[in-house]
């Protein structure tokens, strides 16, 4: 195999590898939010089964749960998997990601003082009206710098997705590096991911930057 088939080969399993970065983000940013308002709830139960939830998706790998919703429906309920690789692998990484994000979400949102609350309160405002307009904004200031990490992890962590045979960047690797018995494609892979990771890094230092109001 040549060193340009080579690159177009691993750069459309580049392309796979970006789909499942954008729709996890897309899927797990507002559903950590709906977590970490859950687990403050005034109910007990829900309280109780966030805190499961959270707790069983921090420790477990992200590979073991990849499995579950894999091969679950048909262990479990005698469904056919058939077509349902991708879903799985996109709703196992959006489950996984909300939970890391919804204790982001929770450690910004009790970083701000009660004192707001009470001064919102005397001001008038409602319990969504203090969130959306005074709470939340400070809250996405305060957790940019993790949310920019989780974000970065994410994109390395999309090479997990060779658990379930779904051909993006790093199974298009293995697969080229064992057949050609050429170590390059790994170089390439790595490549792939640094530029990916920059240009992250680069789209979330230029965030953190707008935000920096009072400077």
Request: charged share 10%; hydrophobic share 55%; glycine share 6%.
């Amino acid at each position: 195999m040549s060193l340009n088939t080579m690159l177009s080969t691993m750069a459309a399993g580049m392309l796979r590898t970006s789909g499942i970065f954008i729709l996890t983000l897309v899927g797990s940013l507002p559903l950590g939010m709906i977590v970490a308002l859950l687990r403050k709830s005034r109910f007990g139960l829900v309280r109780l089964i966030i805190s499961v939830y959270i707790s069983v998706i921090r420790g477990t790998p992200l590979m073991l749960q990849l499995l579950v919703w894999y091969f679950g429906p048909f262990y479990l309920f005698g469904m056919s998997i058939r077509g349902w690789r991708f879903p799985a692998l996109i709703i196992g990484f959006i489950v996984n990601y909300a939970a890391y994000f919804a204790e982001i979400y929770r450690g910004g949102i009790e970083s701000i003082p009660a004192g707001q609350y009470e001064a919102a309160l005397v001001l008038g405002y409602s319990k969504s009206q203090t969130f959306m307009k005074i709470i939340l904004p400070q809250v996405i200031k305060r957790i940019m710098p993790s949310v920019t990490n989780e974000v970065i992890t994410l994109v390395k962590d999309t090479s997990l997705a060779f658990t379930l045979a779904y051909q993006e960047v790093f199974s298009l690797a293995k697969q080229i590096s064992a057949s050609q018995t050429s170590f390059t494609p790994f170089i390439i892979a790595g490549v792939f991911y640094f530029i990916a990771n920059y240009v992250v890094a680069f789209i979330m230092a230029r965030i953190e930057k707008a935000l920096n109001y009072y400077r």
